[in-house]
């Protein structure tokens, strides 16, 4: 089932940057950020990633294309959720061109987008851990706005 990000999501997102990690085949974590995202569709993110930042996870990413993130900053507490899907990297083409044209503060060496299929909850206490992606789009909303009721950026 895809993920259809809520605007306070789409928001934290593009306002804070992400926290990416990827595994190599074998289990062994590699942690990058990436300081500027891009909801690209409703169930997808794009990062543009510089060349240290991407030279960290490329190569588990090339052998796993798992990737998982969250928001970075106070995103932890305020944006308490963890994003799962299939990354792919690009260095050329039009997803490459359209999101480095965006990302003018960043020296963009390559592209990565997720293609999102889960969501969880990372909020402390009992709801931590519970699968939102299972849920309909409406009714994520709704959940989301019972717990907060700001909106990054706006």
Not at 42 to 65: R, T, Y
Not at 70 to 95: D, M, P, T
Not at 102 to 116: K, Y
Request: hydrophobic share 40%; net charge neutral.
């Amino acid at each position: 089932m895809a993920v259809v990000l809520t605007e306070r999501m789409k928001g934290w997102i593009e306002l804070m940057g992400c926290h990416l990690c990827v595994a190599t085949p074998d289990g062994v974590p590699w942690v990058t950020v990436s300081r500027f995202a891009r909801v690209t569709k409703p169930d997808q993110v794009s990062f543009a990633m510089e060349k240290n930042e991407i030279g960290i996870i490329e190569d588990a990413l090339s052998k796993n294309s798992w990737v998982a993130f969250g928001v970075s900053k106070q995103g932890g507490i305020r944006a308490a959720y963890q994003f799962k899907g299939k990354g792919k990297v690009f260095r050329s083409g039009n997803e490459f061109d359209n999101i480095k044209k965006m990302a003018t503060e960043i020296a963009t060496d390559a592209i990565l987008t997720v293609d999102l299929t889960e969501l969880y909850c990372t909020k402390p206490g009992a709801e931590a851990g519970q699968r939102l992606d299972v849920m309909p789009p409406a009714e994520v909303d709704a959940w989301e706005k019972a717990r907060w009721t700001d909106i990054p950026g706006k």
